[in-house]
């Protein structure tokens, strides 16, 4: 949660890098997404903590609704499968 509030603050105001790195807003959505995809699956993983299951499959509904578009991403593989051109 660290992380994503971090890049959150990133993304909220102007950093001295900006006037060398004009694409840095841009890579710090990219981390801000990366870092909620990774919060999301700390919290799918937490599922399987008998102890906490209810609490946290709760905060998860709520996380998915808040960003559906965000949150079915997020579940895509991580690896595209292997194209290959042999017929």
Avoid at 14 to 34: G, I, K, S
Wanted: hydrophobic share 50%; proline share 7%.
């Amino acid at each position: 949660m660290w992380t994503v509030a971090l890049q959150y603050k990133r993304l909220s105001r102007r950093e001295p890098e900006d006037e060398d790195f004009v694409m840095r807003w841009w890579a710090d959505l990219e981390f801000f997404l990366v870092a909620l995809g990774r919060l999301e699956r700390s919290a799918a993983i937490a599922l399987s903590v008998p102890e906490v299951r209810p609490q946290v499959a709760a905060a998860l509904t709520i996380f998915r609704k808040a960003l559906p578009a965000a949150s079915i991403s997020m579940r895509m593989p991580l690896t595209l499968p292997l194209v290959t051109t042999e017929r």
